[in-house]
């Protein structure tokens, strides 16, 4: 089944502003917590921004103070505020769940499909 949603990405210029959104089933919700990772060609997969149950919201340290991630509850909605976009934030980004005690893709158990995030220079 699918559990996670992602949409909202696009192109945008340098310094502009995407938000991304991911609508998740009441199960990949029920995680730990929420988080969102991205992957340029030829890269890893790498770990963006996280929020917990508890609230408690981690960054990679590239995108703090640029992205905010947040979480609807009522609605099983996670969001990624992107904010200053930079050329180096090109890369499919995707929406997982999962325990989330630690930052790798492999403490996330559901992951969405992906929506491209594109930033002309």
């Known amino acids: 089944q699918v559990h996670l949603v992602e949409s909202g990405g696009g192109l945008v210029q340098t310094g502009g502003s995407l938000n991304l959104s991911c609508a998740a089933s009441e199960r990949a919700f029920g995680s730990n917590g929420m988080g969102w990772f991205r992957q340029a060609p030829g890269k890893e997969r790498e770990f963006v921004a996280s929020i917990l149950k508890n609230g408690r919201t981690y960054y990679l340290d590239f995108v703090k103070g640029r992205f905010t991630i947040s979480r609807d509850n009522a609605k099983n909605m996670v969001y990624l505020e992107m904010n200053n976009l930079s050329p180096e934030d090109t890369a499919v980004y995707y929406c997982?769940?999962?325990?989330?005690?630690?930052?790798?893709?492999?403490?996330?158990?559901?992951w969405g499909q992906g929506t491209q995030v594109t930033v002309s220079s």
């Open positions: 997982a769940a999962g325990r989330a005690y630690f930052f790798g893709p492999s403490d996330f158990d559901y």
